[in-house]
């Protein structure tokens, strides 16, 4: 009762043991109440079964109508109405039953998932369809039943147009393969979502309370789970429909953005590449000839199932352009080949004219020596040249067939078959006459070969002598050594084998083939490639030593040597093991070794008179402004350091008195005497202290550089040591009276003139103190004007006045 909203009266129940006689009072009520609860019992039974009717009917529904959103949700509306319904009559426990048929519909969908997902696949990729269970005819012949379920024509026939269009010299597929692919993929995910969206029956629309739940299992608003329940090959196989329409559709796609290339791409750099074989020039004519007909096509749509693809227009941009390329390929393959013609009628036609000046009845027995070999040579080279012609002859008839318009200047290939044609008689005559001379060519050609003996044996022999192999000699010159032996060297070995050809022409013994020559040149190809190694060191240091001395900066010259070395060692091994490298290694080495040296020789203690010391004992005769620093080490400046370093030392010493001197000279010539104003009258010296003591101390130093042997070494010294001394002594007995004279008139001059009484008391003192007064108040103002220390010897008489 309490599941259909049948409750008994619990005043009216009646408990399992009491006894109820008919007689009783209360069961006229008591019979009332339970035949109205029976009653109401009953007709909720039959609305309930009512219910599950129309489910099972919706159930049923379910399974035959059409695979679209609307339809499917009509049915579900009806089974929520019918669960509203209950809900509004006060149905208990109804959320159970309730998910009871949402898990049936959810079975029934579940199926009909499955079956649309095979139709979607037989629609867009017909295949045999994976089977779910089931194996064998009956299970085939079921699956192919289902697959008859009808899909929208909105889903079937969908199709996308896309457009392969140029824009800015670029190709692109508009929209993109990518974009179509999400186009398709949102179609298929679209159709799942037909019952993957279909919302789940509720129970709680009408209640206003929340009822409360036994059961922990969260369920979804909607049945999207439904496609974790699908097989899963049939759901790969509904995403590969798509895709293999997509690949197909990518690669038709890339045939044409492959034609980018010739956007891309500059026929002169193609030209490059290809160079002037004329073999594969045909080749690449031919391959464009043929890429360019597969364009012709009047198509210009291609469908790949509901994939449209429109290439009109770009196709007949393509096409333009195929033209453009093919006459600039055309173009430059014309010109490469007008170019190889020219030369092969060149060649053509010097090889007839010298085949026609070539005799063999010359004095020189070395111009029939040439003559036969030359007619053998021609006689080799006819069979490649016939082959030649006709490649070209080829070539010719190619770009004939292409169209192309030749110039007025064009020299056609059969001009050069006849040149070839008459080449070939007049071969044919020569090696005649040839061979009706055979004995006296002979005799000529065997007498030729032992005087060309002769004279290679006498070259080789001056070669072995002449070689610069020693490192001693200069790499300009032992250039020009290897120049002229080489153009000798490859004159005798071309004669030699003008020789060998001759002999072999007539029939002649070879005898034994001398290679000498042969190794000579080898020998000469490694000196020429050590020496022209070397030369660029050796210019570098030439360069070096042609600094000037007066400018040179040690530093500069020692980083110079130390890359230059570096340099030479970074050279191949097969370069430093000969004598050249050696000796030039060696050489720099030893520069940076006596670097030091050289740096002491830019002391300022060096003059001129030591310089030309130096110049002397190095045996140099130049001007030193002329002097480079090549100049020096040429003249063994290195090897002779002892002789060096006593003039450094007799520098240095005769600078230390040059020091003494100027720093005498500097202090006297600038020393301005101390003055001090003296109660308002005059200025007075003072400082006396450090005068004397300055004085004394330059005094005694000049006394003891008389006895320096640098000091009567050098006149100018002498003389200006002398020159100093007497200065200095003369100063010294003036300041010396000087001092006397100022200390007593400071003494007196405050005792005479410091009263007035003084005159009148010592008239005679007075008058003459008066008097020297006055003379020293005039000497001090002409200091006082120029208060220069030697300006006191400029004054005449001023010991006499002093004293």
Same mark, same amino acid.
């Given at each position: ?47 309930? #079964? ?9 159930? !049923? ?46 079975? &029934? ?17 017909? /295949? ?28 079937? @026939? ?47 629309? +009408?209640?206003?309370?929340?009822? =409360? ?87 210009? &749509? ?72 030359? &007619?053998?040579?021609?006689?080799? @080279? ?37 040149? +070839?044609?008459? #080449? ?30 002769? !004279? ?41 084998? !003008? ?51 007066? =400018? ?25 093991? +000969?004598?050249? +490298? ?24 060096? /003059?001129?008179?030591?310089?030309? =010391?130096?110049?002397?004992? #190095? ?12 100049? #020096? ?46 109660? !308002? ?123």
């Amino acid at each position: 009762s309490e599941a259909f909203d049948v409750k008994l009266s619990t005043s009216t129940a009646v408990s399992k043991k009491q006894r109820v006689r008919w007689e009783a009072k209360n069961m006229t009520d008591w019979v009332s109440n339970l035949n109205e609860s029976v009653s109401k019992f009953e007709d909720r039974v039959e609305q309930l #079964l009512r219910a599950c009717d129309k489910v099972d009917i919706a159930l !049923n529904l379910l399974n035959k109508v059409s695979y679209e959103s609307t339809m499917f949700q009509g049915v579900l509306s009806s089974i929520q109405k019918t669960i509203d319904q209950m809900s509004l009559s006060g149905y208990n426990d109804l959320d159970a039953w309730v998910q009871l048929v949402g898990d049936r519909i959810g079975g &029934v969908l579940s199926r009909r998932l499955q079956l649309a997902l095979r139709a979607w696949i037989k629609a867009f990729k017909p /295949k045999p369809i994976v089977s779910e269970t089931e194996d064998g005819p009956e299970a085939d012949l079921k699956a192919d039943k289902e697959a008859e379920i009808q899909i929208p024509e909105s889903v079937t @026939k969908v199709k996308v147009e896309l457009d392969i269009l140029l824009r800015n010299q670029e190709i692109t597929p508009v929209p993109s393969v990518p974009a179509v692919r999400s186009i398709f993929l949102n179609k298929l995910h679209e159709f799942i979502g037909v019952i993957c969206s279909l919302p789940r029956p509720t129970s709680g629309k +009408y209640e206003v309370f929340e009822t =409360t739940t036994t059961s922990d299992v969260v369920v979804d608003d909607n049945y999207q789970d439904l496609v974790q329940m699908c097989d899963p090959a049939i759901l790969a196989d509904a995403y590969n429909s798509v895709e293999d329409h997509i690949r197909e559709a990518s690669s038709f796609v890339d045939q044409w953005l492959a034609y980018q290339t010739l956007w891309d791409t500059q026929v002169s750099e193609v030209a490059a590449t290809v160079g002037s074989a004329i073999e594969k020039w045909q080749s690449l004519l031919r391959e464009a000839a043929e890429a360019r007909s597969t364009l012709d096509s009047s198509a210009a &749509v291609a469908e790949f199932g509901p994939i449209v693809i429109r290439y009109g227009k770009v196709q007949s941009q393509i096409n333009l352009k195929y033209d453009s390329w093919q006459r600039e390929l055309q173009s430059s393959f014309a010109s490469i080949l007008g170019q190889c013609i020219e030369d092969f009628h060149t060649k053509i036609s010097t090889s007839k004219d010298k085949l026609e000046a070539t005799t063999l009845d010359s004095a020189a027995t070395e111009n029939i020596v040439i003559g036969v070999t030359f &007619v053998q040579e021609v006689k080799q @080279k006819v069979g490649p040249w016939a082959k030649e012609i006709e490649s070209l002859r080829v070539a010719e008839k190619l770009l004939r067939k292409q169209r192309y318009i030749f110039t007025s200047e064009w020299r056609e290939v059969s001009v050069i078959k006849g040149l +070839y044609d008459s #080449l070939l008689q007049i071969l044919e005559r020569r090696t005649r006459t040839m061979e009706q001379q055979i004995p006296l060519l002979q005799a000529r050609v065997a007498a030729e070969d032992k005087n060309a003996t002769k !004279n290679l044996e006498s070259l080789l022999e001056k070669w072995r002598e002449d070689k610069p192999l020693r490192g001693n000699v200069a790499p300009p010159v032992a250039l020009e050594t290897l120049a002229t032996y080489e153009v000798s060297l490859k004159k005798a070995h071309v004669h030699q084998e !003008n020789l060998v050809r001759a002999k072999d022409a007539l029939g002649l013994d070879q005898g034994i083939e001398n290679t000498e020559v042969v190794e000579s040149l080898n020998e000469l190809a490694d000196l020429k490639e050590v020496w022209d190694a070397v030369l660029e060191p050796y210019e570098s240091l030439e360069g070096i030593k042609a600094t000037p001395w007066a =400018t040179a900066v040690m530093r500069k010259i020692r980083s110079a040597l130390d890359g230059l070395l570096a340099e030479m060692r970074s050279l191949p091994n097969r370069i430093r093991q +000969y004598d050249a +490298y050696t000796q030039l290694h060696d050489t720099v080495k030893g520069y940076i070794n006596g670097h030091t040296l050289l740096s002491e020789l830019k002391t300022e203690a060096l /003059k001129e008179r030591h310089w030309k =010391t130096i110049l002397q004992r #190095l045996g140099i005769r130049m001007p030193f402004s002329d002097l480079t620093v090549g100049a #020096l080490w040429d003249h063994n400046l290195l090897s002779r350091k002892k002789d060096i370093g006593e003039i450094l030392t007799i520098a240095q010493g005769e600078m230390a008195l040059e020091v003494f001197l100027g720093q005498v000279r500097e202090r006297w010539t600038k020393q301005e005497l101390e003055l001090v104003l003296f109660q !308002n009258r005059t200025r007075l010296i003072r400082g006396w202290d450090d005068l004397f003591a300055t004085l004394d101390d330059h005094i005694g130093g000049l006394a003891l550089m008389k006895s320096s042997p640098y000091y009567r070494s050098v006149r100018e010294f002498q003389e200006e040591g002398k020159l100093w001394e007497d200065r200095l002594t003369k100063l010294r007995a003036a300041f010396d009276s000087w001092v006397d004279v100022q200390r007593r008139w400071v003494y007196l001059e405050g005792i005479l003139f410091g009263s007035s009484d003084i005159k009148a008391q010592l008239p005679t003192e007075w008058s003459r103190f008066k008097s020297v007064d006055s003379e020293f108040i005039a000497l001090m103002r002409r200091i006082a004007s120029k208060p220069y220390a030697m300006e006191v010897l400029n004054i005449d008489t001023l010991q006499r006045t002093l004293e």
